[in-house]
């Protein structure tokens, strides 16, 4: 299994601001995809994203809203730009090889005011 | 129509009781089902994984699923207090096209098990 570590753990952001997450991986790993789940809610799919080229988005999400990095196979960045109260959300991080199981990290919780 | 379903509860039973939980979905491309649990405050901690149909048991976990039907099972023999969380059925297509490796979720059922 992998073992992911997300940070922060917790944010409290000013609209307006800009909040970048990590999310680091223990080994390599094929696919790194990042949610959100809003309060109450289930899981959504923000992106898939794509080592050494740019994200792919899910309908809805769009890039300059939520910028991601991946410069290798082990760590990812979500960057939530121009933040609002409605984006107020935890953000999970996943990793998962091929077919296999999914693993996720323990969340982002963003609160913003 | 959502592509999975899941009965967002709640549901309370007692401790020692035998939890049922379940999804439906719609997309017949799905072959691989994943259970997660997750605790207040904490990421999804995966608990069964399976491909295609069948049944697979880890401890007190059976994960069933039956794909003539679309309809994925989990249950919960002996459940405990310790057990009280949200469960998320999760499932994904086959290798290819723009969705590999993405996960769709069900809602969520929210259980406790009381002592």
């Known amino acids: 299994s992998a073992v992911i570590s997300q940070k922060p753990s917790r944010d409290i952001c000013q609209r307006g601001t800009s909040l970048t997450i990590q999310c680091q991986v223990d080994?390599?790993?094929?696919?790194m995809f990042w949610y959100r789940q809003q309060p109450g809610q289930s899981l959504t799919l923000i992106a898939t994203?794509?080592?050494?080229?740019?994200?792919?988005?899910e309908s809805g999400f769009v890039i300059d809203k939520f910028p991601i990095s991946r410069p290798n196979l082990t760590f990812s960045t979500l960057t939530v730009s121009n933040m609002s109260p409605e984006d107020s959300s935890i953000y999970l991080c996943?990793?998962?090889?091929?077919?296999?199981?999914?693993?996720f990290g323990q969340g982002t919780r963003l609160t913003v005011v | 129509q959502k592509e999975v379903e899941q009965d967002p509860g709640p549901l309370s039973v007692p401790e020692g009781a035998i939890v049922s939980l379940n999804c439906t979905y719609s997309?017949?491309?799905?072959?691989?089902f994943m259970w997660y649990r997750q605790y207040s405050r904490k990421g999804p901690e995966l608990l069964m994984y399976?491909?295609?149909?069948g049944n697979k048991e880890d401890g007190r976990f059976t994960a069933q699923v039956d794909k003539s039907s679309k309809y994925i099972s989990l249950f919960i023999r002996d459940s405990q207090p310790s057990d009280s969380a949200t469960y998320l059925c999760?499932?994904?297509?086959?290798?290819?096209?723009?969705?590999?490796?993405?996960?769709?979720f069900g809602q969520g059922t929210i259980l406790t098990v009381h002592p």
């Open positions: 996943s990793a998962r090889q091929g077919n296999t199981e999914a693993f």
């Open positions: 080994s390599q790993v094929t696919m």
């Open positions: 994203a794509n080592q050494g080229s740019e994200a792919t988005y």
């Open positions: 997309n017949s491309a799905f072959q691989y």
């Open positions: 399976t491909y295609s149909s």
């Open positions: 999760a499932m994904s297509a086959d290798a290819g096209g723009t969705s590999y490796g993405k996960l769709t």
